[in-house]
T-cell receptor, first 116, second 112 residues
Framework: NAGVTQTPKFQVLKTGQSMTLQCAQD?????MYWYRQDPGMGLRLIYY???????DKGEVPNGYNVSRLNKREFSLRLESAAPSQTSVYFC???????????????FGDGTRLSIL | GEDVEQSLFLSVREGDSSVINCTYT??????LYWYKQEPGAGLQLLTY?????DMKQDQRLTVLLNKKDKHLSLRIADTQTGDSAIYFC????????????FGTGTRLKVLA
């Protein structure tokens, strides 16, 4: 049972290069999320997709774009990478769109991205 | 706005109990979660508590919720070296239904 799979696990880019981070989940979850994790700052939400066909900005969306390709896949794109985007990126998914219910997020193992 | 705060570091001796604290601001939170992150890995759900509960026990883990003070704690009994990790508190409110707010994480170091 794979859960949430992120690729690649590591990547080094030069400033100005573009790159797409891939995420896929096999739990039939409706909602998917992209976070970045920086030392001392916890997790910050970049974008999320409440359901297939919708995407919304989170706390730190500038410099990123996303695509919810289908129910399983949610990709994050850096069009012109900057050193400030050096971070660890996590994809997560959860089961319900709303209402009462325990809906924990399930996380991938992360993509460690360095921008030189 | 919504915010979740945690202390950054905690150090305990093997066999002692660890208590990791968290405060949150969103009074409409329905569920509060504790996640564990080991080096090089993603966040793994440890346990959760519904906002109408005061306490939840799950083997070595005890979660206490003080809704009046908006304070959540995670107690790990008989702490082992394998418990060394970063622990994140998170809330999910009814006001931003799709959003989860995470604390900065508490790095727990267990000394042998």
């Amino acid at each position: 049972n794979a859960g949430v799979t992120q690729t690649p696990k590591f990547q080094v880019l030069k400033t100005g290069q573009s790159m797409t981070l891939q995420c896929a989940q096999d739990m039939n979850h409706n909602s998917m999320y992209w976070y970045r994790q920086d030392p001392g700052m916890g997790l910050r939400l970049i974008y999320y997709s409440a359901s297939e066909g919708t995407t919304d900005k989170g706390e730190v969306p500038n410099g990123y774009n996303v695509s919810r390709l289908n129910k399983r896949e949610f990709s994050l794109r850096l069009e012109s990478a900057a050193p400030s985007q050096t971070s660890v990126y996590f994809c997560a998914s959860s089961s319900l769109q709303g209402g009462i219910g325990n809906q924990p997020q399930h996380f991938g193992d992360g993509t460690r991205l360095s921008i030189l | 706005g919504e915010d979740v705060e945690q202390s950054l570091f905690l150090s305990v001796r093997e066999g002692d109990s660890s208590v990791i604290n968290c405060t949150y601001t969103d009074s409409s939170s329905t569920y509060l979660y504790w996640y564990k992150q080991e080096p090089g890995a993603g966040l793994q759900l440890l346990t959760y508590i519904f906002s109408n509960m005061d306490m939840k026990q799950d083997q070595r883990l005890t979660v206490l919720l003080n809704k009046k003070d908006k304070h959540l704690s995670l107690r790990i009994a008989d702490t082992q070296t394998g418990d060394s990790a970063i622990y994140f508190c998170a809330e999910k409110g009814t006001s931003g239904t799709y959003k989860y707010i995470f604390g900065t994480g508490t790095r727990l170091k267990v000394l042998a």
